[in-house]
């Protein structure tokens, strides 16, 4: 690593299996350990499974096997006083957990750098109406949609925009809480199951029966750019 003050590093691991927190996060998180060992920097994780690669003795300097709660990393930070922090190996509970962090003041608190992604970024692409805002700044075009935050809003917004539709949670990846509806109760049910997910949904005009084109594209600092895949759905 160039930044020679970044000795420690803390990764909020992979944890249970899940929706949105599958094995690639377990492969990822071990890949970054192993790659930081090479550099000569000190790892530590924080991963409650112990059935993961990145639990594996001798990838990690040290382990702890405790919940990826801000509470929990907090006592972590204080222990070991790691001088950077990856929340991008840990999946959606990682990710959360990072935010919380920095909206508590915990990162400023302990001067410690997240590396990678920043917090305000994840934020912006996370929260989906920050996500719409931010696009149609540099006049990225998206579909009509409307972030609501309870029921009697998303219906409001499913009759402005007219059935089809398409639910979408925020601060969820794997498609948790989303799917489509075509009218008022097949909404009730799927935004009250979305709800108990996350405090706001996306609604938007559904574009079933489209093909979708994806790339995934890796890009540095220095503005270099890479797409590692595309698909088509």
């Not at 990682?94 to 608190?109: R, S």
């Not at 009697?152 to 990846?173: F, S």
Request: with cysteine; aromatic share 8%; proline share 3%.
């Amino acid at each position: 690593m160039s930044d020679t003050r970044i000795r420690k590093v803390l990764i909020l691991g992979s944890g249970a299996l899940k929706i949105g927190e599958a094995g690639e996060f377990d492969y990822s998180g071990s890949q970054a350990l192993k790659a930081l060992k090479e550099e000569g920097v000190s790892t530590v994780l924080i991963n409650p499974n112990i059935a993961t690669v990145q639990t594996s003795e001798g990838v990690a300097d040290q382990i702890y096997f405790l919940p990826v709660t801000p509470y929990f990393v907090e006592k972590v930070i204080q222990r070991e006083k790691p001088d950077g922090l990856l929340l991008s190996f840990g999946g959606q509970t990682a990710l959360n957990c990072g935010v919380k962090l920095y909206e508590t003041g915990i990162l400023e608190k302990y001067s410690l750098q997240v590396l990678g992604t920043p917090v305000q970024s994840i934020i912006d692409t996370e929260d989906r109406e920050r996500f719409v805002e931010r696009l149609d700044e540099i006049d990225v075009k998206t579909i009509k949609s409307t972030a609501v935050s309870n029921l009697a809003d998303a219906h409001q917004a499913a009759e402005n925009l007219g059935y089809p539709i398409i639910v979408r949670a925020a601060y969820a990846l794997g498609g948790l809480g989303s799917g489509f509806c075509n009218n008022a109760t097949e909404l009730e049910a799927l935004a009250s199951k979305a709800f108990n997910y996350s405090n706001q949904l996306l609604v938007e005009k559904s574009l079933k029966g489209w093909k979708e084109i994806e790339y995934e594209v890796v890009r540095d600092r220095y503005d270099n750019c890479i797409t590692v895949c595309n698909m088509e759905n």
